[in-house]
């Protein structure tokens, strides 16, 4: 492979070249996901921004279509979401088709406002509604990044704004006039930067029949590590108002990593499934990628989780099984103190199951850098250190030891490709996503205690993918 190569990712979305961040327009109609994505069709940086465009049928592997929506006179197409209007409340449908309506920000040198785009050949072509701006600009600087669904119990489509330091509901009954209803979260959450890329969804309570909304909200900067990342808020939303049952100081973080920011969910799945831009605006510029710059995260489908109160979000990333095709690895019941597996090229995937959290690493070895998983009974937290991990020094804010608080531990779960590592432990109810760029492939893994004393295990397997 090239070195120009050596960064494409093989289980994750990258465009063929040029820059790309957020996921846009996630929409599933007649057997496609389409996801639309920020793109700078002319570089490898950040600039006038376009929605690129990709279609999947399993989530798995991608096609990428022409560009969907160019720039204008009201400005640069930043980030929003897409619908299929099925019953044609917009009346912008022409054929037998559904329309597809995308709602977007346009980003003028005045302000940011909002506007529709609608498609009736199944995402192939899109049209500018001619009456845009459909939410115009009420004086403030921050005014983006649309997020619409249809909500059930009122006949309404809701959007949900980020307004620099809250979130603002809109409602609308045909997608083009939209009355103001509530805003939410001036008190609440972290405030490190601004907030960004709101979605507002309902999901399932595991183990209920009962469902709970749930507010994300993607802030930067703010992280927990630092930089970019996604927080989110537990509540009630009765079609006007959200209304958190967290107190205002409580911080939830959907990922810890560095690199998992801007995710929002699918509108039109049975099952909410969101992805994220795998990046971190501290450096998503300088990331030493040749001909692409960035990559989406794997998808990942959501639940929730209520605990003595507590609702906590569950990530599963979606792996098709025909995608897992060879065990390198699988060991029941034993214990190590130092336990090598020898690896092919990325990317693959490990799991491991404990009776509660110890103290060992497991370390993703290569000739051109190491990268450290650090699982910390004693601190109680696991860590990610990339420091060692390959190419760093690209920008100041890269190399770094990041942690994610752990209470327990029962599982991990690593999907290790070219350039990125998701961890979702106990069953995705804490992850982390972390970017790396090893000069070389990693070969080896290594389990290694950190105290004195054998590490017991229930399983450990590690896998590899066929694509
Ligand atoms: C988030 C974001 C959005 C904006 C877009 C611009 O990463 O800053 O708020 O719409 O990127 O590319």
Known sequence: KTSMERYRPALHFSADKHWINDPNGLVFYKGEYHLFYQYHPHSTIWGPMHWGHAISKNLVTWEELPIALYPDELGAIFSGSAVVDWNNTSGLQTGEEAVM?????????????????YSNDRGRTWVKYEGNPVVSNPDLKDFRDPKVFWHEETSKWIMSLACGDHIRF??????????????????????????????????????????????????????PNDGSAIQYFTGDFDGRMFVTDQCE????????????????????????????WMNNWQYA????????????????????????????????????????????????????????VKVPE??????????????????????????????????????????????????????????????????????????????????????????????????????????????????????????
């Open 170 to 223: 809109y409602r609308s009954h045909n997608l083009k006039d939209w009355e103001y209803l509530s805003s939410f979260g001036e008190k609440y959450g972290n405030h490190g930067g601004v907030w960004e890329c709101p979605d507002l969804i309902n999901l399932e309570v595991e183990g209920e029949q009962l469902k709970k909304w749930v507010l994300i909200v993607s802030v930067n900067p703010g992280g």
């Open 346 to 467: 990325q990317p693959f995937m490990v799991e491991l199951k404990l009776n509660n959290l110890s103290s060992f690493d497991i370390l993703l070895k290569g000739e051109g850098g190491n990268l450290r998983v650090e699982f910390d009974g004693a601190s109680q937290e696991v860590r990610v250190d990339r420091t060692k991990s390959g190419l760093v020094e690209f920008s100041e804010h890269f190399a770094s030891v990041d942690a994610m608080p752990l209470k327990s531990f029962q599982d991990a779960l690593l999907l290790v490709d070219k350039a990125s590592v998701e961890l979702f432990v106990n069953g995705g109810r804490s992850v982390m996503t972390e970017s790396f760029y090893p000069t070389g492939s990693i070969n080896t893994l290594e389990f290694k205690s950190s105290l004195n004393e054998p590490v017991e295990y229930k399983q450990i397997g590690v896998q590899s993918f066929s694509l």
């Open 285 to 340: 510029n300088q990331t030493p990628t040749a001909e692409f710059r960035g990559s989406m995260s794997i998808p990942r489908s959501l639940s929730l989780e209520n605990k003595e109160g507590v609702h906590t979000l569950i990530q599963t990333p979606i792996l098709s099984d025909e995608m897992r095709s060879n065990t390198i690895f699988d060991r029941q019941n034993g214990s190590f103190e130092s336990l090598t």
């Open 249 to 276: 100081s409580e911080e939830k973080w959907a990922d810890w990593g560095r690199d998992f920011y801007a995710a929002v969910t699918w509108s039109g799945t049975e099952q909410p499934i969101w992805i994220g």
């Open 101 to 117: 309506v995308a709602i977007f920000t346009h980003h003028g040198e005045d302000n940011e406002k909002q506007s529709i785009a």
